[in-house]
C-alpha cells in the first residue's frame, strides 16, 4: 500500500501528539471519503492487541557482509560499532 501527496510530516506529528489512530487505507475507487471516514469511526480497538501478531519474539542479529561502498573508512578506525534497531516497519535496504 502506498501513499502521495501527504504530508507525513504531519501524520507523524498526529501521532506523537495523539498515539495510535484509526484510520482507513483503500484502493477501492467506489468509495467515497465519507464512506471511508464511517467506516473508520465504527471500528473499536480498544483492548485488542495489535501488536503481536506483527512483532518479532526475539533480537535477530544482522550477520550479512556491509557491502564495500557502505563501509566505514577503514583507514581512520578499526572500531567495531553494536548498533541497535528498532523495527517500526524498517526495510532490509535501511538495515544495509
Not at 510530516?9 to 495523539?18: L, Y
Not at 465519507?34 to 480497538?45: A, C, R, T, V, Y
Not at 561502498?69 to 528498532?86: D, G, I, L, R
Amino acid at each position: 500500500m502506498g501513499i502521495y501527496d501527504v504530508d507525513t510530516s504531519a501524520i507523524i506529528r498526529r501521532f506523537q501528539e495523539d498515539g495510535s489512530l484509526i484510520g482507513v487505507l483503500s484502493t477501492d475507487n467506489s468509495k467515497t471519503d465519507e464512506h471511508l471516514l464511517k467506516m473508520s469511526q465504527f471500528w473499536d480497538i480498544v483492548g485488542i492487541d495489535l501488536i503481536s501478531g506483527v512483532s518479532c519474539k526475539t533480537p535477530h542479529d544482522w550477520v550479512d557482509k556491509t557491502q564495500q561502498e557502505w563501509e566505514f573508512n577503514p583507514k581512520v578506525s578499526q572500531e567495531t560499532f553494536h548498533v541497535v534497531a528498532y523495527d517500526f516497519g524498517i526495510k532490509q535496504n535501511i538495515l544495509r
